[in-house]
């Protein structure tokens, strides 16, 4: 299982970004749950989002509820994050993870593929 999280930049407070997360490897897509996690200079990293196999179920860490929206288009095997109402404190590199079950509580550990992350920037 390959990801490839991409779509970060530099963006003033307040604007949108639209982060995609790609997989690749010849694995079935919709079998697993896909992650999104956010690491900032000298913090742990720590889960924003996650949305389950068929995109019927999502769950947001609470300082992105009603900002972040996950979804995902499985014909594509891509998931989404998009990020509206950006705050400087949302500044961060953004990973997204998949595992086999879907499980909102899951913590780094509990994900198996990781992608290479991508970097978000927002200026104040």
């Known amino acids: 299982v390959q990801l490839q999280a991409s779509g970060g930049g530099l963006v003033q407070a307040g604007g949108s970004l639209r982060l995609s997360c790609a997989a690749s490897?010849?694995?079935?897509?919709?079998?697993?749950?896909i992650g999104w996690f956010r690491q900032a200079p000298g913090k742990e990293r720590e889960f924003v989002a996650t949305?389950?196999?068929?995109?019927?179920?999502?769950y947001y860490t609470d300082s992105v509820k009603g900002r972040f929206t996950s979804s995902r288009d499985n014909a594509k095997s891509t998931v989404y994050l998009q990020m509206n109402s950006l705050k400087p404190e949302d500044t961060a590199v953004y990973y997204c993870?998949?595992?086999?079950?879907?499980?909102?509580?899951?913590?780094?550990?509990?994900?198996?593929?990781w992608g290479q992350g991508t970097l978000v920037t927002v200026s104040s």
């Open positions: 993870a998949a595992r086999p079950f879907y499980n909102p509580y899951a913590g780094v550990s509990e994900y198996n593929y």
């Open positions: 490897g010849g694995f079935t897509f919709d079998d697993y749950a």
């Open positions: 949305i389950s196999q068929s995109g019927t179920s999502t």
